[in-house]
Nanobody, 115 residues
Framework: QVQLVESGGGLVQAGGSLRLSCVVSGRTFSLYTINWFRQAPGKEREFVATITWNVGITNYADSVKGRFTIARDIAKNTVYLQMNSLKPEDAGVYYC????????WGQGTQVTVSS
């Protein structure tokens, strides 16, 4: 069992930055990857970024490459999503997802980007 708690969302102007955090608890030794997804109103949940828990290999959706950075601090059991140069289309609820053979989800954190 893995529990995830996201934080760091909020309201920001276009061009601004936010850093999201995802604190992971439970069976962290069994983790494969930690992922960020987002969901805008009326749209499907979409992949944003991923990082392997043990080695730290990252990958990003094309829409956020060069603007977002995912990182992990194993000592703090925390994964971060640094979001720079935010655009209105980046707005939505951001969810942390942990894959250990099962899909584990956090409750989400709202990101609003004003134009």
């Amino acid at each position: 069992q893995v529990q995830l708690v996201e934080s760091g969302g909020g309201l920001v102007q276009a061009g601004g930055s936010l850093r999201l955090s995802c604190v992971v608890s439970g069976r962290t030794f069994s983790l494969y990857t930690i992922n960020w997804f987002r969901q805008a109103p009326g749209k499907e949940r979409e992949f944003v970024a991923t990082i392997t828990w043990n080695v730290g290999i990252t990958n990003y959706a094309d829409s956020v490459k060069g603007r977002f950075t995912i990182a992990r601090d194993i000592a703090k059991n925390t994964v971060y999503l640094q979001m720079n140069s935010l655009k209105p289309e980046d707005a939505g609820v951001y969810y942390c997802n942990a894959n250990n053979g099962n899909n584990n989800w956090g409750q989400g954190t709202q990101v609003t980007v004003s134009s």
